[in-house]
């Protein structure tokens, strides 16, 4: 895709994957703009699919037919790694020091992103990105958000 949120960091899906996981992430970064300006930068090269602002505008920045390079190293509790291959990230604006609240319209915006994915996705899976970072430990967000609630 294109346009100012593009990033450049995505590449093919793996043939014939079945997108059923959804990863949701905390920018740790304070607005819009950073999060895409970090987002083009081909060093380190990271991306999401989705970016949600606190005001629930919803920011895209990757087709969901290609990956984008927002897990790292990961493994889901199937045991399944290489969790980009087969998951759509959405990153929530949100500091992710425990204290900055995630506003009622951030998450009204996310619930409606996830119907919407679910809709063009047999999603099983909506997990923190805390949960399936490698090694243990290695990442916290988003930090004081409760995953299962999604
Ligand atoms: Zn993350």
Redesign the pocket.
Known sequence: MEGEFASPNHEPRPPGVVVDTVVL??TVLDTVDEVCEHFRKSDPGVSAHYTIDRDGTVYQHVDETEKAF?AGVSEMPDGRTVVNDFAIGIELVNLNDGFDPYPESQIVALRSLLADIRSRHPIKHVVS?AEIARPRGR?T?PLGLDTSLF
């Open positions: 992430h905390a927002h990105h990442k967000d």
